[in-house]
């Protein structure tokens, strides 16, 4: 036999050892492979499912857009209905302001056993003539706020325009007109433009006197007077000041107070020496 040297039988062993693990690696190598493979079916059952979905999304598409249009017709009653609900409030409110102005400058709830007067005649507070006056008053007085001051006179000159119109038969003739003309005399004389306020005054003034009856009581037109009284005697014009004011005590004896006053006691004292 030959002699085989030690070197040579281990390489000999070395290999016997590498061929005899070939197949584990082999096997290994197998079952990751197939793992791979489930991987990627896995994966393609997911592209089919995501494609059938895709493919049937159209129709539901559709029913979604039907049912957003519909939601949407939904929410736009219900806003339209609540901003008809919050006009109808304001409206409402504003009426409620506009009495409860009208009815505080009238005095109506203090001078109610004076023959109705400054409440507008027999109108009450809940009838239309006297709401749409209520109305436009507080629309004067809210122009006045706002500082539009020739609107708020333009209103209130047209309201003793429709006023001088009416040919109602009332408890005092002068109740309604008498509350516009104080309001207008009073603006102008605030604005600064007296002669205005002037011719104002004296236009009613001719109306009150004019058209009253002898005997008659009517504190409407008195408290018009006497503003009168007050702005002449202002615009020292003091004789005509106590003779509108002793007019406006003829209308109404509660007056008499004015013609006590210093300013109107001096003129008068005057008046009586010469």
Same mark, same amino acid.
């Given at each position: 036999m030959r002699n085989t040297s030690p070197n040579? !039988? !281990?390489n000999i062993r070395r290999r016997l050892k590498m061929h005899n693990?070939?197949?584990m690696l082999s096997s290994i190598s197998l079952c990751g492979l197939m793992m791979m493979?489930? /991987?990627i079916a896995m994966i393609a059952s997911s592209l089919m499912i995501q494609g059938c979905a895709a493919f049937s999304a159209p129709s539901?598409?559709?029913?979604? #857009?039907?049912? /957003?249009d519909h939601d949407k017709s939904s929410l736009a009653n219900l806003m339209e209905g609540c901003s008809e609900s919050t006009r109808s409030k304001e409206r409402r409110d504003w009426i409620q302001r506009s009495v409860s102005y009208y009815t505080k400058i009238t005095r109506q709830a203090n001078r109610r056993k004076k023959s109705r007067v400054l409440s507008g005649g027999g109108d009450g507070m809940d009838s239309e003539t006297f709401q749409v006056l209520a109305k436009q008053h507080y629309f004067a007085y809210r122009k006045i706020k706002d500082g539009k001051h020739k609107h708020a006179e333009v209103l209130y000159r047209r309201i003793i325009d429709n006023l001088l119109q009416e040919d109602e038969e009332e408890a005092c003739d002068h109740a309604k007109l008498a509350v516009t003309t104080l309001l207008l005399a009073l603006h102008l004389q605030r604005m600064g433009d007296l002669r205005s306020t002037r011719m104002v005054f004296h236009r009613f003034f001719r109306l009150a006197v004019a058209e009253r009856n002898e005997g008659e009581e009517c504190a409407c037109s008195a408290k018009v007077l006497g503003a009168y009284a007050l702005f002449e005697m202002k615009q020292g014009n003091g004789k005509k000041a106590v003779w509108l004011a002793e007019t406006a005590t003829s209308f109404d004896n509660d007056l008499k107070k004015i013609?006590?006053?210093? #300013?109107?006691?001096?003129?008068?004292d005057k008046r009586a020496r010469r």
């Open positions: 040579k !039988n !281990n693990k070939r197949p493979m489930m /991987s539901h598409h559709f029913h979604h #857009q039907h049912h /957003s013609l006590q006053w210093k #300013q109107f006691r001096e003129v008068a």
